[in-house]
């Protein structure tokens, strides 16, 4: 045998026997990964999306175009519930999340201010579990909201502290409080998903998750990475408006692409609501038909 032939079947029995030697691969040890196609896309209207003279009408109209989820405002929440619950009753739409809607803010330096977001938040909370809903959108703080805590190590401290008695609150509830994420023009405070994720964690209580918009999410580096930051474990809703105006996604032409955040969105399954927050410039009963179309194409496509 020529030496290079005996050193080619001498390495080859060395390495089976190596691998001989190792535990073999363990393959479906608990559920697989759904596929990307598997996961479905849940749209959500706000109530002002749909056309329609009334709520029921609205209802209807979402449902022809299978939309899955509704997200009502949470200004006068708690005496709405029943008109919601029998609205919603035998059909295929449950309360997605619900949009503040609360009195001041949670930074507020003035305590007249904060005591007024620690009521009526929880007042909302609780209404919010009651209707089965993802959770209740909070923004720490607008710009034009002063005066505000300071943008310092503290008044992170402080904001975590005071979400962890929130969460916590909106668990024994049935739901949780939603950071939501904003451009530099309107909140100073929490703009980026990945920062928003963080804070979460920070506040250790599973009643704290936050969201993504992808209006917003413009100031992040990429779409995919910002979902992907915040992963299942804290990505709890997601907003859409097309990308320049802020109408319906597509009225904006081509840079309304999402394919890189719901790429994210399908690799970690998520199973929570994409959710319209937006205006339109044309005919509602035509736009609005347009957008789901294109999200649904999009999506197949990521």
Not at 80 to 99: D, F, H, P, Q, T
Request: hydrophobic share 40%.
């Amino acid at each position: 045998m020529k030496r290079r032939d005996f050193l080619k079947t001498s390495l080859a029995g060395v390495a089976g026997a190596s691998l001989a030697t190792l535990p073999a691969v363990v393959t479906g040890c608990g559920p697989a990964a759904p596929k990307k196609a598997d996961v479905p896309l849940r749209l959500s209207f706000q109530e002002g999306i749909a056309p329609g003279a009334n709520l029921g009408e609205k209802l209807d109209y979402m449902e022809n175009l299978g939309i899955v989820g509704f997200e009502p405002g949470g200004r006068g929440l708690a005496g709405r519930v029943s008109e919601i619950e029998n609205a919603l009753r035998g059909r295929s739409i449950k309360v997605s999340a619900i949009c503040a809607g609360f009195g001041g803010f949670i930074l507020a330096e003035d305590p007249a201010v904060k005591n007024e977001f620690d009521t009526t938040m929880r007042e909302i909370v609780e209404a919010a579990g009651r209707l089965g809903s993802v959770g209740v959108i909070m923004v720490p703080a607008f710009n034009n909201q002063k005066p505000c805590k300071p943008h310092t190590l503290e008044t992170r401290d402080y904001l975590c502290e005071q979400l962890h008695a929130l969460g916590e609150f909106a668990l024994q509830c049935g739901t949780t409080v939603i950071l939501e994420p904003l451009n530099r023009r309107e909140a100073f405070y929490l703009r980026l998903v990945p920062d928003a994720a963080a804070i979460c964690r920070d506040a250790d209580s599973a009643g704290v998750k936050c969201m993504g918009d992808f209006w917003h999410m413009q100031e992040e580096a990429s779409d995919y990475a910002a979902f992907m930051a915040a992963g299942p474990k804290y990505l709890q809703h997601v907003h859409i408006a097309s990308r320049g105006r802020r109408v319906m996604p597509g009225e904006d032409g081509e840079v309304d692409n999402y394919v890189d955040g719901m790429r994210a969105l399908k690799e970690m399954a998520y199973p929570g609501y994409v959710s319209f927050e937006c205006g339109t410039k044309g005919e509602r009963t035509e736009t609005v038909p347009a957008a789901v179309a294109l999200l649904r194409s999009q999506w197949d496509q990521a």
